[in-house]
């Protein structure tokens, strides 16, 4: 267990709400990840980070946010959620990226946006 | 851009057969491959990591290979068993994005008794 989780793990939301998912890790490492996963499309980068208030754009980022105010919680936000959005969300932490620990990744949030 | 593909999409194969899922890569400037395994409605567990320096990488009865050059890595799964059914994913890591991982759409095994 790579002390990473996230919350909530299940979510029902209606289109055009505000949703925010967490991730949280004991670990202390500096690399976070947000993917999201859909069939067909395997594992896609949103967002990332590499340090407190330091974040960058993944491969699809449009419709979401993030926010990391302190190591261990990073956070993704969808400012007004759409049914493309309906989705299993993975986040992932790794200390150094090339060092070689593997990504570890938390348990996933469902989203469903009606 | 990276792109990863895992062929095949599924199999099904009996208890004790030996088994070997293809994973194919575009850009060879890759710091390692990664394979993870993922149950049904459940996160992702790493299996085996091999560094872009090495050849192969092994634990118990899984072997992974890696050929940079021609883009390719292999998972074989000796005797397989039931409790080998779940979904296989190839990762490769390159600079790209913070080092975020690029995946492939994964292998879907399904190990019957």
């Known amino acids: 267990d790579a002390g990473i989780t996230q919350s909530p793990r299940h979510k029902v939301t209606e289109t055009g709400t505000p949703v925010t998912l967490r991730c949280h890790q004991t670990e202390n490492h500096r690399y976070m990840y947000w993917y999201r996963q859909d069939p067909g499309h395997g594992l896609r980068l949103i967002h990332y980070s590499y340090g407190v208030k330091d974040t960058d754009k993944g491969e699809v980022s449009d419709g979401y946010s993030v926010s990391r105010s302190k190591t261990e919680d990073f956070l993704l936000t969808l400012e007004s959620a759409t049914s493309s959005q309906t989705s299993v969300y993975f986040c992932a932490i790794k200390k150094d990226p090339l060092d070689q620990e593997t990504q570890y990744f938390g348990p996933g949030t469902r989203l469903l946006v009606l | 851009k990276q792109e990863v593909t895992q062929i095949p999409a599924a199999l099904s194969v009996p208890e004790g057969e030996n088994l070997v899922l293809n994973c194919s890569f575009t850009?060879?400037?890759?710091?390692?491959l990664q394979w993870f395994r993922q149950d049904p409605g459940k996160g992702l567990t790493s299996l085996l990591l091999?560094?872009?320096?090495?050849r192969e990488q092994t634990s118990g009865r899984l072997n992974a290979s890696l050929d940079k050059s021609s883009g390719r890595s292999t998972l074989y799964i000796a005797a397989s068993q039931p409790g080998d059914s779940a979904t296989y994913l190839c990762a490769t890591l390159n600079s790209n994005s913070g080092y975020a991982l690029n995946f492939g759409k994964g292998t879907s095994l399904l190990v019957t008794p």
């Open positions: 091999i560094q872009s320096s090495q």
């Open positions: 850009d060879s400037a890759i710091y390692n």
